[in-house]
């Protein structure tokens, strides 16, 4: 028989609900009619949820503006902020269960909306999930993304990332 390696241990998938009989999961995932899972080892007993967060940018005098909007696991808005990142300044929106940060770090391309954005959500345990907004995951694209408004000068995208409930 091999000899099994354990080293990945804390980063194991598992079910902790069953509740669709189907199996299937929908996207956005819907926490109250999907099954639950979680990560096993530090994390275990703790599910995973689809959080969002909603970024607004509009060109300004010197700089790109910010609005970004923070959502939970169940839809619910759990922190707004403004802001313009700078050098060594991202914006950091607080508000998720256990912690969980979201940071989007500085731009150098001041009045471009046309650049990704970059974003980093802290998870429990170190790990950190970081993504732009035209990452592409296996299910799918992370970020759903907005045409210019050119009357405006601004750009709207909704991305969703893996949260920690609790």
Same mark, same amino acid.
């Given at each position: 028989m *091999?000899? *099994? =390696? ?10 902790t ?14 926490? +109250?009619?999907? #099954?639950h899972y979680?990560?096993?080892?530090? #994390?275990?007993?703790?599910d995973i949820?689809?959080?969002s967060?909603?970024?607004? &940018? ?5 700089a790109?503006?910010? @609005?970004?909007e923070v959502? !939970?696991? &169940?839809?619910?808005?759990?922190? $707004?902020?403004?802001g ?5 300044? *991202?914006? =950091?929106i607080q508000?998720? *269960?256990?912690? $969980?940060?979201v ?5 150098? +391309? !001041?009045?471009d909306?046309?650049h990704?954005?970059?974003y980093k959500v802290a998870? &429990?345990a170190?790990?950190?999930?970081v993504? %732009?907004? @035209? /990452? $592409? ?6 970020? =759903? %993304? @907005?045409e ?5 000068h601004?750009k709207? @995208?909704t991305?969703f /990332?893996?949260?920690?409930i609790?």
């Amino acid at each position: 028989m *091999p000899n *099994p =390696v354990c080293t990945n241990d804390g980063f194991q998938f598992e079910m902790t609900k069953f509740i669709a009989s189907s199996g299937n999961i929908s996207s956005p995932y819907i926490y +109250d009619t999907d #099954n639950h899972y979680a990560l096993n080892g530090d #994390n275990n007993g703790v599910d995973i949820g689809q959080c969002s967060v909603h970024l607004h &940018r509009t060109i300004g005098q010197n700089a790109l503006l910010y @609005e970004a909007e923070v959502i !939970d696991y &169940r839809g619910k808005t759990v922190k $707004q902020a403004s802001g313009t990142p700078g050098a060594g300044s *991202p914006m =950091v929106i607080q508000g998720l *269960p256990g912690g $969980q940060d979201v940071t989007i770090p500085e731009t150098d +391309d !001041d009045n471009d909306l046309t650049h990704d954005t970059n974003y980093k959500v802290a998870a &429990r345990a170190g790990a950190n999930v970081v993504w %732009t907004s @035209e /990452f $592409q995951g296996v299910g799918g694209a992370y970020c =759903v %993304t @907005e045409e210019i408004d050119e009357g405006n000068h601004s750009k709207d @995208e909704t991305c969703f /990332f893996p949260c920690f409930i609790g």
